[in-house]
T-cell receptor, first 110, second 113 residues
């Protein structure tokens, strides 16, 4: 099993550009999450999904959008990139309580 | 939202020393998890705790779920260089729903040769 796979691993965006961070999991988990990690700040929840077709906002959703058309995939969309979105983004999935994380996408907006 | 206070924020220790870190919450948690994150990687689960008072070991790591359900600690015995990383506590609040885990801000462990 590959677990949770994120692409790309690194990306540099210009202000105002858009991009999609991809996340896929092969564990058939219903719950999927997007977090951002800033230095010294831990992990903050952006969006989450409890199953295909269902998404909901987390603690810091502004500037982001998500979709969940399948159980496996949970892409995160940035429409108008801003410097405040420079961060490391982690996708995670869980079946019960324990969450499993991807390797992260390091995004820099300049 | 829920807040988890994790301490210390960073630790500078000598190889071979024991390490202790903890997390506290103002509200009750029904699950405590401890993760380790190495540079350039995502957090990896080390230990999961499900019952108040539970003490669980994973090799040189030992974690406990506090009796009050509002705290947890992680000990690492006889530290080695590969223990370097950021350790996060995470919890599922009592009555919490699908919005996942609440995370502490992490303890950065640095081992000096």
């Amino acid at each position: 099993n590959a677990g949770v796979t994120q692409t790309p691993k690194f990306r540099i965006l210009k202000i105002g550009q858009s991009m999609t961070l991809q996340c896929t999991q092969d564990m058939n988990h219903n719950y999927m999450y997007w977090y951002r990690q800033d230095p010294g700040m831990g992990l903050k929840l952006i969006y989450y999904s409890v199953g295909a077709g269902i998404t909901d906002k987390g603690e810091v959703p502004n500037g982001y959008n998500v979709s969940r058309s399948t159980t496996e995939d949970f892409p995160l969309r940035l429409e108008l990139a801003a410097p405040s979105q420079t961060s490391v983004y982690f996708c995670a999935s869980r079946l019960d309580t324990e969450a499993f994380f991807g390797q992260g996408t390091r995004l820099t907006v300049v | 939202g829920q807040q988890l206070n994790q301490s210390p924020q960073s630790m500078f220790i000598q190889e071979g020393e024991d390490v202790s870190m903890n997390c506290t919450s103002s509200s009750i948690f029904n699950t405590w998890l401890w993760y380790k994150q190495e540079p350039g990687e995502g957090p990896v689960l080390l230990i999961a705790l499900y019952k108040a008072g539970e003490l669980t070991s994973n090799g040189r790591l030992t974690a406990q779920f506090g009796i009050t359900r509002k705290d947890s600690f992680l000990n690492i015995s006889a530290s080695i260089p590969s223990d370097v990383g950021i350790y996060f506590c995470a919890g599922q609040p009592w009555g919490g729903g699908a919005d996942g885990l609440t995370f502490g801000k992490g303890t950065h462990l640095i081992i000096q040769p």
